[in-house]
């Protein structure tokens, strides 16, 4: 029997070639994430405030949803000011005891809603007492759906490698560490002045950089062979990381990490040696200052290095073999840039192989099969 993602991928229906599904997706991101944010501003509002009155927080997800998770933990973290926040598996979450504390709240992300572990999480923790919250793709109020504060992100993605779902998720996470810093108007100090004003033009930002993505096109045709790739970020980047190793699993079948920029020098560099595609992102401050050395190390290696910087981390230029500069000044905000520019990369490099980025194998019987064997 087919399931219920299966339904929405048809690979029946798949394009037979660029565009497909996830380059309008891509596309798609500088209104997707200007319409979310706007019409959920009161709903943002109504969550601050509760979670104002909450001793911690979990936030939780799967997959792409959980890398989403991860930037929310340091934008309410760093932005928001919360002292007690976690980003943690939903599959944790109601099978191994990270369970929301006493008092405190769940926030749970999924980009269909009805995934069994992300509906299990917010169904228990409501029935424990717990306040629960829930960004989710549109649908039914079914699953995820029932949590007692609800943000709607996009209608569901046609390809199953989600990009807009994502970062209009990462938009209302970061408009929330907004409103739980200052609730905006005069009482703003200058730091958070600036963070507002440069979060309002990401669409636009984003708009520009899609009016040219020849060089993540070069990039991807230049770098297409590669079969196993590190994706390497630090501080706020670390979630992209992960999100792209992601992505290059999903539409090009390669073997791909994320890691901790780091992490991978404490040893993980081990690994490195001339079939290896290393692709680092960098926004500046003290992991883009360790991703120059980290560069540097890996050319006396050999490793090909790709490397995507903001402004503020282009001193990893000089240091990669192809680099690619996006716009963006501040490092808390530089993931939006940094993962639009390499969702493009992943999107190229998937069409440069003959992939088709949309189906992510359902199209291969042997897949297919393979997925009667468990349940999402």
Not at 2 to 21: C, E, L, N, V, Y
Not at 193 to 200: A, P
Not at 206 to 228: F, I, K, P, T, V
């Amino acid at each position: 029997m087919a399931s219920r993602t299966q339904s929405i991928i048809d690979p029946s229906k798949a394009r037979a070639g660029h565009p497909f599904h996830m380059f309008e997706a891509i596309a798609a991101q500088p209104a997707a994430i200007a319409e979310v944010v706007a019409r959920n501003r009161e709903g943002i509002a109504a969550l601050a405030r509760a979670l104002k009155q909450a001793p911690s927080l979990t936030l939780a997800g799967l997959g792409t949803s959980l890398n989403g998770a991860i930037f929310g933990e340091y934008w309410l973290r760093t932005i928001g000011r919360m002292a007690s926040v976690r980003a943690v598996s939903s599959f944790d979450v109601v099978n191994y005891g990270l369970k929301p504390q006493a008092g405190g709240a769940l926030l749970v992300l999924s980009h269909r809603g009805w995934k069994q572990c992300s509906a299990r999480a917010v169904a228990e923790a409501k029935a424990a007492g717990v306040m629960t919250a829930a960004i989710c793709g549109q649908g039914p109020d079914e699953g995820a759906r029932v949590a007692d504060h609800l943000l709607l992100t996009t209608e569901q993605e046609q390809s199953a490698a989600h990009t807009k779902s994502l970062t209009a998720a990462m938009a209302l996470l970061f408009a929330l560490a907004l409103e739980l810093r200052s609730p905006g108007g005069s009482g703003d100090d200058l730091e958070t002045q600036r963070l507002r004003g440069e979060f309002e033009t990401i669409p636009e930002m984003m708009r520009r950089r899609l009016g040219d993505d020849s060089r993540e096109r070069d990039a991807a045709e230049q770098m297409r062979n590669y079969r196993r790739i590190m994706v390497l970020g630090g501080g706020p980047n670390y979630p992209t990381a992960r999100e792209i190793a992601l992505k290059l699993k999903e539409t090009s079948f390669a073997y791909a990490e994320g890691m901790q920029i780091e992490e991978f020098l404490h040893g993980p560099i081990s690994s490195a040696d001339r079939d290896t595609l290393v692709i680092i992102a960098s926004g500046g401050g003290a992991a883009g200052a360790r991703a120059e050395q980290l560069a540097n190390a890996l050319g006396e290696i050999g490793a090909e290095r790709l490397g995507i910087y903001t402004r503020a981390g282009s001193a990893l230029a000089e240091a990669v073999d192809v680099g690619i500069q996006v716009e963006g000044e501040e490092e808390a905000l530089s993931p939006f840039a940094l993962l639009l520019s390499l969702q493009l990369f992943t999107y190229w490099m998937a069409v440069k192989r003959g992939s088709n980025p949309d189906l992510a194998h359902r199209d291969d019987a042997r897949h297919a099969k393979a997925s009667g064997h468990f349940d999402m």
